[in-house]
């Protein structure tokens, strides 16, 4: 079956280093938690609020292996009030689970955008 997952994680700041490492942890605890491999990765979304700029968070995926797998980075919409410094992602994922194990991941601050699926 294919799923679509979804995670968010706030980042320190608008530089390189920042990024890739939040990024990296989100792609991480996402692969982790639904028990995936890049080989059951269909495709990966990524968007970045408006105040990040300084990296693309694909080149994390990158670096963790998803050399086959077509990802996608955009800028969100400029919400007044939103919650700034975040990277979201959305997976879509071959997977065995039911929608309702599917596994979504918020870290750091971003679990405030989603506490009713944040695990």
């Not at 300084?54 to 670096?63: D, G, H, Q, T, V």
């Not at 870290?107 to 009713?116: H, I, S």
């Amino acid at each position: 079956m294919v799923r679509a997952i979804r995670g968010a994680i706030q980042v320190d700041g608008n530089d390189r280093d920042a990024i890739l490492a939040g990024t990296t942890e989100l792609v991480t605890e996402v692969m982790g938690r639904n028990n995936l491999t890049t080989d059951d990765v269909i495709s990966v979304i990524f968007t970045c609020t408006p105040d990040l700029t300084a990296e693309f968070p694909a080149l994390a995926a990158r670096k963790l292996g998803f050399h086959d797998v077509p990802l996608l980075c955009a800028t969100e919409i400029d919400v007044p009030g939103a919650l700034p410094r975040v990277v979201r992602l959305m997976a879509h994922v071959q997977t065995d689970r039911p929608r309702q194990e599917v596994q979504h991941v918020y870290l750091r601050g971003a679990v405030a955008l989603r506490v009713d699926i944040a695990q």
